[in-house]
């Protein structure tokens, strides 16, 4: 993947094209792909963008919390569950949803559906890095001690909520 580059002012990213052919794929479960579509480091800053394929049953991603990061989430395709603070909201395809600095939040895909979505955070940072560190603990090479240490680095903060506990059981 290389950016298409412009004479450009430093302070302003470069346009960038990314091919779903050439993109980097990690599985971060058995019933979930990420696609890496665009990091911080190709977009100057401006924005991180992933595509996860979640199958039926996946367990998605669990609470958490971006302190200086806004996360949107946009259903491609299936049907979403996203908790919002303490609230469950089911997203279907074309919805979308703005996770505020701070906004305790997860997502999976609702009982019986799966789900294609795009994860685009503002600003960008380097994640790609913290997918893959994902992958690595699925396969077993990497240990949840190493991926609580991240928190800061990926502004990554795990949080609990009796709504999303209430929605899976």
Not at 54 to 59: Q, V
Not at 87 to 107: K, Q, Y
Request: charged share 20%; aromatic share 6%; hydrophobic share 40%.
């Amino acid at each position: 993947m290389s950016p298409i580059t412009a004479d450009r002012n430093p302070d302003t990213s470069v346009p960038l094209v990314v091919r779903a052919a050439e993109a980097e794929r990690v599985q971060d479960g058995p019933t979930s792909e990420i696609v890496l579509l665009a990091d911080g480091e190709h977009t100057n800053g401006g924005v991180t963008i992933n595509r996860a394929l979640l199958e039926l049953g996946s367990p998605g991603a669990p609470v958490h919390r971006h302190l200086d990061t806004t996360e949107c989430l946009y259903v491609i395709d299936g049907a979403l569950d996203v908790l919002v603070d303490d609230e469950v909201h089911t997203l279907r395809s074309g919805d979308l949803a703005v996770l505020t600095p701070g906004t305790a939040h997860a997502f999976a895909p609702a009982a019986g559906h799966r789900a294609d979505m795009l994860a685009i955070f503002a600003p960008g940072q380097e994640r790609f890095a913290y997918y893959r560190l994902l992958e690595r603990l699925h396969r077993g090479t990497a240990t949840l001690d190493e991926l609580m240490a991240t928190a800061a680095l990926y502004d990554n903060h795990y949080a609990e909520s009796e709504a999303w506990q209430r929605r899976a059981s």
